[in-house]
């Protein structure tokens, strides 16, 4: 269904007051964006960057980090493994050196990734009591730590301060009382106003307020940004909110501008990237499943040395050896996503699916979230991925819209050793033996706590577009609603008009055109085997370039429906 028709009189004013095409026009006021807040939305700048002091607990974390940097301490960053943990550490640690380095302090920084298969997502014992014997004074974690009352308890009593940047915390759950300082903006008494940043924008309020006397601020300030965009992109986080626009949109304009260090020149290179082609789709699916490969298949401080290096060569061999490994990364995500397909036609289609065997068998827990997402999306259910080994079983979840993930997890949580995550994505660890009354319970509270519709999707769309109206300027202007994500996803047009010329690749993907238009839908050939004579395709309007150097239009499909024979 589309989203309700706005009125003329708001598209027209939009299209005067931006200087915006009709079509984005339309896909502004159809999602309710108008008047003011408009300009705002399209012309995100660093004015929309909010003041650190904002944050619960800045001052706290300010003061002893201070302390830390004038006592000469070694500090340590404790980052989560996957792109948002992985660019915070890289923002902290060159704030810090710079801070040190400025003061002339003996201080020193050192990191440390959790290793994903034998730590897991949080502030580990090991890594305090790793802290510890190495005489470090003060932990700063990132993306972690909210939830580790626990080991932030044991490193206090290791003689070891923790500090604590991070969001992920739950509606009414506590930060860790043995914390120096915790800044969240989702805690209880934080009035900031952003409360979805993600923790590389944390890690740079941090960065900015250590910053804020040093003469070269506004010069350090844009490739920190850089940063936080691959994070927050990557991250999923919301990109309604006026200053995670800013964020991206700041970090893609230096992205695209350059220069760049050594390893982020390299990993853009290997990944295929062009300066000046950058956008936040480019983050999401391009760079961020290569940062992300490390953490899950080997080690994700490859991504901090990498984007540390300073010798271009060593850069271009340690991002060509990323590149390999996500390239064996979606190899083994192929072979997982056909077994899990395969699992769920098997039965009756449960409510909550729950998927997964032992890890000897290829069920690689590193992949579970991405293959818990392709079978979430193709079956529109909440989805566990899991993979045992020996007496544990190590799982993700991905979820829909309404089904909230962790509260699932709440309501089996007798049965988890450990578990976390956002409302549409969870992590967790059980006993192998409780699997049957883990898959079991998961669905029944789908099942008592939502209705049907929950698990019904919807065909949302933003607009309808004749076929010979979707031309190069129509992308070109649809380009100012950039960045595109979470809270505000790239426009979802609508095209109705006769299938011509359908053909398929592999028997998987489809091409064609609707009307005038070029299509290409990818794992759509099952769905136009039996074209029909007229359908409406709902998707994403995109430039391509020929091998010829040609360039057009195409819809990349997302869905479609038949319309009459």
Partial sequence: MARKAPAESEVEALQASLDIGAVPARVLAARGIVGAAAARFVRPEAADLLDPAGLLGMDKALERIELAISRGEHLRLVTDYDVDGTTSCLILHAALDRRIAVDGSAARVSYHIPDRMTEGYGLSERAVRNAATDSVQLIVTADIGVRDHVTVSLATSLGVDVIVLDHHLPAGETVPVDAVAVVCPPQPGCSYANKALAACGVSTKLATALLARDPRRDALLPSLLKLAAIGTVADIVDLATPENRAIVSLGLRELNRGPHAPGLAALLEVAGVKM???????????????????????????????????????????????????????????????????????????????????????????????????????????????????????????????????????????????????????????????????????????????????????????????????????????????????????????????????????????????????FVWWDGAPHLQDAPKRASLFGRLTRYEDRDGSVGVRLVVEDGQEDGP
């Fill in 276 to 518: 000046g082609d950058i956008t936040a789709e480019t983050l999401g699916y391009a760079i961020g499943p290569r940062i992300n490969a490390a953490g899950r298949l080997q080690d994700a401080n490859a991504v901090v040395r990498l984007m540390r290096e300073r010798d271009a060569g060593a850069a271009m061999q340690q991002a060509r050896a990323i590149n390999a490994l996500n390239a064996e990364r979606r190899d083994i995500q192929g072979q997982m996503v056909a077994r899990a397909q395969k699992m769920v036609a098997a039965g009756p289609l449960p409510a909550f699916i729950v998927v997964g065997g032992p890890e000897e068998e290829g069920w690689h827990r590193g992949v579970n979230g991405i293959v818990a997402a392709r079978i979430r999306d193709e079956f529109h259910r909440p989805c566990a991925v899991l993979s045992v080994l020996g007496a544990l079983a190590t799982g993700s979840i991905r979820s829909v819209p309404g089904v909230h993930a962790v509260r699932a997890l709440d309501g089996v949580s007798d049965l988890l050793v450990r578990y976390g995550g956002h409302p549409v994505a969870a992590g967790f660890t059980l006993e192998s033996v409780n699997l049957p009354a883990f898959a079991e319970r998961l669905a029944a509270f789908v099942s008592a706590h939502h209705d049907d519709d929950a698990l019904i999707p919807v065909e949302d769309y933003d607009v309808d577009v004749d076929p010979r109206a979707c031309t190069l300027d129509v992308v070109a202007e649809l380009a100012a609603l950039e960045p595109t994500g979470k809270g505000n996803p790239a426009p979802r047009i609508a095209v109705t008009g006769p299938l011509v010329g359908v053909r398929f690749a592999k028997d998987r993907h489809a091409f064609g055109r609707v009307g005038s238009l070029q």
